[in-house]
């Protein structure tokens, strides 16, 4: 969950920007995030492009499908495919 606490509106501030961390969406069997493994069961992806990507996102701080997407590494149809695929919880 974001803290919020530092975040001050001033209708003059220029920079509204706070600290977001990275939430931590890896799996526990393999360490590697669930889109990307459900990207690699599509043959979307390969280990290494996964790998590749995780990385690219960790040097940008962004979250992991902007680096998808922005990177080339697949299209908005093939993540949306992904995320239809997963089992519904509820």
């Given at each position: 969950m974001t803290d919020?606490?530092?975040f001050n509106f001033d209708p003059?501030?220029?920079?509204y920007s706070f600290n977001y961390q990275l939430p931590d969406t890896a799996t526990e069997e393999t360490g590697l995030p669930q889109l990307g493994i459900m990207l690699i069961d599509?043959?979307?992806?390969?280990?290494?492009?996964?790998?590749?990507?995780?990385?690219?996102q960790r040097e940008q701080n962004v979250p992991l499908v902007q680096v998808f997407l922005?990177?080339?590494f697949c299209t908005q149809d093939q993540v949306i495919?992904?995320?239809r695929s997963r089992p519904q919880y509820g």
């Amino acid at each position: 969950m974001t803290d919020f606490a530092n975040f001050n509106f001033d209708p003059f501030q220029t920079d509204y920007s706070f600290n977001y961390q990275l939430p931590d969406t890896a799996t526990e069997e393999t360490g590697l995030p669930q889109l990307g493994i459900m990207l690699i069961d599509m043959n979307v992806l390969s280990l290494e492009r996964l790998e590749e990507a995780i990385s690219l996102q960790r040097e940008q701080n962004v979250p992991l499908v902007q680096v998808f997407l922005e990177g080339g590494f697949c299209t908005q149809d093939q993540v949306i495919m992904a995320l239809r695929s997963r089992p519904q919880y509820g």
